[in-house]
């Protein structure tokens, strides 16, 4: 039930498209779902996160869509570029100060 | 822009021997996490640190685990007696209770163990 799974484990994507990743939970007691964005050899990185009182959240390129009912969020990395080439992981938490729950990862590469 | 930081970059150790790794967490930041990542893996929680005591342990965090904050600013784990499998990216993580649980990752060690 603490369970977060992740798809695909693998994306390849043109230079300018849409990169979508998809997640899906089981513990309806998540209300933090955040993305982060992890470099090789690097720390994971908050890219950006949503709570469950809205449906979608966009910050520059970047969009988190919710589905309460269906217990489902997703990353969509519009206009796709050779430097958002990463591996990318979901999570999820509740309340504050509480562990991450991560996906197992999605490895980004986009082709110039 | 305030970070995490962590030391050392990359350690590497014998079986059996202890490992200290340290972390300088954000400033003003009351919670306080390790993670690990075996290679190619996803994030594993191992612990959560809150108000001088530990709030949350996982499976992984046995015995030979502990952390410590032994002044305002360091945070560390430590592993008594290292075992091979405990070879992986190691990561701290600090959190401000007054966000949205929003969790900042220092760049990690890599602890590898022989």
């Known amino acids: 039930q603490q369970q977060v799974k992740q798809s695909p484990q693998s994306l390849i994507v043109q230079k300018g498209g849409i990169s979508i990743i998809n997640c899906a939970y089981e513990n309806t007691a998540f209300d933090y779902f955040p993305w982060y964005q992890q470099f090789p050899g690097k720390g994971p990185a908050l890219l950006i996160a949503?709570?469950?009182d809205v449906s979608e959240k966009k910050e520059g390129r970047f969009t988190i869509s919710f589905n309460k009912s269906a217990k489902q969020f997703s990353l969509h990395i519009m206009d796709s570029q050779p430097g958002d080439s990463a591996t990318y992981f979901c999570a999820a938490s509740w309340g504050y100060g509480n562990k991450l729950v991560f996906g197992a990862g999605t490895i980004l590469r986009v082709k110039s | 822009e305030p970070e995490v930081t962590q030391t050392p970059s990359h350690q590497v150790t014998q079986m059996g021997q202890e490992v200290i790794l340290r972390c300088v967490p954000i400033s003003n930041h009351l919670y306080f996490y390790w993670y690990r990542q075996i290679l190619g893996q996803k994030v594993e929680f191992l612990v959560s640190?809150?108000?001088?005591?530990?709030?949350?342990k996982s499976e992984i965090f046995d015995d030979q685990f502990s952390v410590e904050r032994p002044d305002g600013s360091n945070f560390t784990l430590k592993i008594r007696s290292t075992k091979l499998e405990d070879s992986a990216m190691y990561f701290c993580?600090?959190?401000?209770?007054?966000?949205?649980?929003?969790?900042?990752f220092g760049p990690g060690t890599r602890l590898t163990v022989t």
């Open positions: 993580a600090s959190s401000a209770r007054e966000t949205s649980n929003e969790q900042y």
């Open positions: 640190f809150y108000n001088n005591e530990i709030s949350e």
């Open positions: 949503i709570r469950p």
